[in-house]
């Protein structure tokens, strides 16, 4: 076990037993046994890099930013290597914190490097598939995933993390099944059931996300991002007034934390309080460190349309400017230097194009704005970029195509009714929310949730749930 210290290994494998529960409780009791390893066995790598894992994990779950897990691995991680450099663990690690400061392809290097080192260690196939995740390569993620299945195919959280990327794939019933069947190999793990009400939701099933929701915050009662999550899904289906208890409840577990205020601010935006959102959102903006599962850009993103429509849309692109969020200006010289020497332009691309609704609005006056960003998207994807799938809806916005946006708006088939007030806000912002098209569009959307809404009490009554929180 990589120690002659009985008591130190027995830490150890009582850490890892706490690692797979993967709780906000489990994830400290974790922390403390590798710590307790260590303290016992000082040169033990495998609870260093054990103690590493567990920061991970907690990274992860909310519990520290990924700021805070760079700064506690880099002097551990600078032991092991003194040890054992080619470790595929430290390789694991190093890549992880390389994709963190958008260092893309050192991150790849790494974590490639890694898996080749140790082919048979299915969590290193998860972490890989998660980078490639995050510069949007399903086509990379998935496969990744298979092996990693392939290796340990009853391991409930490797099951959960394909399903999860196939629900990024938008292979929302494979995906489903998938988590299912982690449910039932580990039934206790909270991020099981978080997975799952994630996937209802993409389905536009509002009512089984906030059950799948309410259980897995039973079995994590002090995650305020559970509490969180299940208050954004409430706040969608129109319980205002209980998902403002569980925005509290979050607050009371973790005060600021930034899934809460993101969840707030999109409350707000909701009920038609724009200057609160602009103003949450402009505080939100510094603390892009504390990125976690696109919760500050769905803050900032609220934040960019109520500052549109109160007037204060430079202040925003100015703060977003300063926080290295987008470039200070849309050229080509601007954007290179805002991508920098070490990050992949597709990636970066891509993020720019998440922050769309910050930089530009159908006004004449943002027509060089828009031209600048059309010619950084064909530089970077292609001269036929506008003719792909993918970029339709962005390439009618970009050339302010009003048949065209509006077409994108009202699909033939149903589109999910998840983040309806973020589309009408944009169809504002586009210039297309006067369209007859557009507003009968939203009223069947606001007919669906209100079916929804009537169905939830039975639901959750079915399941012995309550609305509120238990300490609501």
Known sequence: GGTKNLAAYDAYTRALEQLAINTFASNIQAESLMKQALTLDPHYVEA?????????????????????????????LDRVEAIDPGNAW??????????????DEVALQLLRRAVATAPGVARLHTILADVYTQQEN?????????????????????IRYRASKLRWDNRLDEAKEAVLRAVERDPKNSSNYWELSEN???RGDLVAAVVWGIKGHQLDPSDPESSADVAQILDEIGETAAADVWIAQSLHEVPGNLLAESVGIAADYSRGDRVSVAARALRVVPRRGEEHHD??????VFGCLAADETGSAAAMRAALADAGAVPRDLSAE???????????????????????????????????????????????EGADWEQR???????????NDREAMIAAFTPPTQTSVTDLPQRKGSARLLGI??????????????????????ALPQALAKEHLSLLPPKG
Request: glycine content about 6%; hydrophobic content about 50%; charged content about 25%.
């Open 295 to 300: 919760f500050w850009l769905r803050a900032v």
């Open 138 to 158: 399903s086509d990379a993620a998935i496969p990744e995933m298979d092996l990693a299945l392939a290796l340990d195919p009853l391991d409930a959280n490797v």
């Open 48 to 76: 260093i890099l054990g103690l590493v894992n567990t920061w991970l994990n907690m990274f992860r779950t909310g519990q520290i930013t990924g700021a805070e897990f760079q700064a506690r691995s880099a002097p551990i």
């Open 433 to 454: 929310a006067d369209d007859p098209r557009v507003v009968t569009h939203f009223a069947e959307q606001r007919a669906q949730i209100g079916g929804m809404r009537a």
């Open 389 to 399: 799938v993918e970029w339709r809806p962005l390439a009618a916005e970009l050339r």
């Open 200 to 202: 209802e939701r993409a």
């Open 90 to 103: 430290l390789l694991m690690f190093r890549g992880e914190i390389a994709q963190q400061r958008g260092e």
């Open 334 to 380: 601007g954007f290179d230097a805002w991508v920098g020497p070490a990050a992949s332009l597709k990636v970066r691309l891509r993020k720019l194009v998440a922050l769309r609704r910050c930089l530009y609005t159908s006004a004449p006056a943002e027509a060089p704005r828009r031209e600048q960003l059309r010619a950084i998207l064909a530089r970077v």
